[in-house]
């Protein structure tokens, strides 16, 4: 019997306890913690949508300029917010990790686990887009914070797919 489809409501329900998780795991790491405005909290507030793939281009085209759903969008706040603890917000994309999960082969909490992840540190001014050195530091904290039962960062995964695509070419 096919397993019912999962719905908005899981996975933004997943997502909200395992952004806890995932949060509290990376500030616990000096190289990520360090990336952030002195607070003057000792707690950490990131909030989180989940959206159709039909918002996620919207939102992608608008501050991306790239009219197509993606995985993950991130918008962090500026200084004044994050010395109060607020980080910003992330909006994730249901079915494109669930599409992704079934592509990888490994569940969509998962995808899901290692979508956050990757927003929180854009969240603390991570970005693998500015230079290679950038990538390859953003995919070793993404590595760092999931540990080992997540066998590849999002930035990995995208270089193994950017490698065999110049290799067809």
Not at 30 to 55: F, G, H, M, N, W
Not at 61 to 67: C, H, L, N, T
Not at 90 to 99: D, M, N, R, T, Y
Not at 122 to 132: I, V
Request: with cysteine; glycine share 4%.
């Amino acid at each position: 019997m096919p397993s019912k489809p999962v719905t908005t409501k899981e996975i933004e329900k997943y997502a909200v306890s395992a952004l806890k998780k995932w949060l509290k795991k990376a500030m616990l790491i000096p190289e990520v913690k360090k990336r952030l405005v002195p607070p003057e909290t000792s707690t950490y507030q990131v909030d989180i949508s989940v959206c159709t793939a039909a918002r996620m281009a919207k939102l992608n085209g608008a501050f991306r300029k790239k009219p197509k759903p993606t995985d993950i969008l991130s918008f962090p706040t500026d200084e004044f917010f994050q010395r109060q603890g607020i980080l910003g917000d992330l909006v994730l994309c249901g079915p494109v990790a669930i599409k992704q999960a079934k592509e990888i082969g490994h569940t969509w909490k998962k995808e899901v686990d290692v979508l956050l992840v990757h927003g929180i540190l854009h969240l603390l001014s991570y970005d693998h887009e500015e230079s290679e050195k950038a990538a390859k530091d953003m995919a070793k904290m993404e590595k760092k914070i999931l540990g080992l039962k997540h066998s590849k960062s999002l930035i990995n995964r995208a270089d193994a797919a950017m490698g065999a695509k110049s290799r067809v070419s």
